[in-house]
C-alpha cells in the first residue's frame, strides 16, 4: 500500500501487525476450546454478526441511541467444513 507521509505508513504496519497478533490469539483460543477450523471458516461464522443501532428522539429533544451485537449462531457451525 502506498503511504505518501511516514507516519502513515508505520501506522498502517502497526495496525497490520497488531491485527495478526489478534488472529493468532483468537485461533488459539478456539483450538484450545477444540475447536480448529480455518481462518475463513471462522471468518464465514462471523459474518453473520452485525452490530445495529436504534435511535430514539425522545422528548426533551435529545437523541438516544441503542447499540447491540448480534451473536453468531452456533448451528453455523455444523455446516461449515474446517
Known sequence: MFH???ERADGH???TVLAYQFVQI???RLKESS???SWNSIRRIMAG???VTAS???VDG???HVRK???AEPSNWLFIAP
Request: net charge positive; with cysteine; proline share 0%.
Open 4 to 6: 505518501s507521509k511516514e
Open 13 to 15: 504496519l502497526f495496525i
Open 26 to 28: 483468537i485461533r488459539r
Open 35 to 37: 475447536i480448529d477450523l
Open 49 to 51: 454478526q452485525c452490530r
Open 56 to 58: 430514539f428522539l425522545r
Open 62 to 64: 435529545r437523541a438516544l
Open 69 to 71: 451485537a448480534t451473536r
